[in-house]
């Protein structure tokens, strides 16, 4: 049989032998802790045993790897979010610096110091071989790529990845501001009466093939070469160069003398505003060449541009057209 003590387990504390009243100004107050409780009351409210502790130990080994690993993926995760938000401002903000030589190429040394001085918080940044990339894709953007490889914090993680090592990226790119090219001089001339012509021959269709011996060239300057057409004929247009320089060599072809009263080689950065027919670009090593369908009779230049390095050797250009080989 239960003793009596255990025959109170589970009943409201007043019912409890052990318990007291005691008198407070007028009034009664209960006192709500016992005077003793029992050890053999396994049942009652309160009391943990050694089956619940033994269970809370095993659910908590279960769960702790689990939230620590979790713990460790945000700290990294948070990590590279960071430096990918760095990375991609210093990107930003290096191709601002770059398009501000409004069509000369700014030296690199200057874009990794805007570079770096963006990415402060990622000091290791400079010291990665090969951090940037800067490219003309064409005459009138600049693109700065950068590459750094962030290193993992936790060992746990670092040895999940295999290497370690996340190689973040970024890029941006930015258009080049142009100058206004200033207009040429016109000077009106007066018309000279003329003969009446007296009607000729057809003329013999003939296939020129013109070599030019293009001057060396400063930093975005060209040279440009005036031609005739007597007949419809296509027209191809070859620039090669035995000198290692850097930069571009493009190939512009237009209808008629848009450089007309400028001098040969052409002002630094000028461009006609003629519409261009044809265009093309290659690096100074592998050279460059343009080719167009039939073209109307009448008078063509070629426009051979350097960007982005001078040459102080002259080069070799060629011309190929039919008709009015001169």
Not at 227 to 243: C, G, K, N, Y
Request: proline fraction near 8%; include cysteine; aromatic fraction near 8%.
């Amino acid at each position: 049989m239960r003793s009596a003590e255990n025959s109170w387990c589970g009943h409201h504390p007043d019912q409890r032998p052990g318990h007291v009243r005691e008198l407070s100004r007028g009034g009664l107050w209960r006192a709500d802790r016992p005077v003793a409780r029992s050890r053999r009351c396994r049942g009652a409210p309160g009391v943990v045993t050694r089956r619940t502790c033994g269970q809370s130990l095993v659910e908590l080994a279960l769960v702790a790897p689990v939230v620590i690993l979790l713990a460790m993926a945000v700290w990294d995760g948070g990590s590279v979010l960071r430096e990918q938000v760095v990375l991609q401002q210093a990107a930003r903000d290096g191709a601002r610096v770059a398009a501000a030589g409004y069509g000369q190429s700014v030296p690199s040394s200057t874009v990794a110091d805007a570079v770096t001085a963006s990415a402060a918080d990622l000091p290791m940044l400079a010291n990665t071989p090969g951090y940037l990339s800067i490219s003309y894709a064409d005459p009138r953007t600049v693109q700065v790529r950068l590459t750094y490889p962030h290193t993992l914090i936790t060992p746990v993680l670092r040895q999940l990845w295999g290497g370690g090592t996340v190689v973040l990226s970024a890029s941006a790119t930015f258009y080049l501001p142009q100058l206004t090219p200033v207009p040429a001089t016109i000077v009106a001339s007066t018309p000279t009466p003329t003969a009446t012509s007296t009607p000729t021959l057809t003329p013999t269709v003939v296939t020129c093939n013109r070599d030019l011996t293009i001057p060396p060239l400063g930093n975005n300057t060209g040279f440009f070469e005036t031609f005739q057409l007597t007949v419809s004929s296509s027209i191809t247009a070859t620039w090669t160069t035995s000198e290692a320089v850097g930069g571009k060599l493009w190939l512009y072809l237009y209808a008629g003398d848009p450089f007309s009263g400028q001098p040969d080689p052409a002002p630094e950065n000028f461009f006609p505003s003629d519409p261009v027919l044809a265009s093309n670009s290659g690096d100074a090593g592998a050279g460059v060449s343009l080719s167009t369908s039939a073209e109307s009779p009448g008078t063509y230049t070629v426009y051979f541009f350097e960007r982005g390095a001078g040459m102080s050797k002259a080069s070799t250009g060629g011309l190929g057209y039919s008709g009015g080989c001169s």
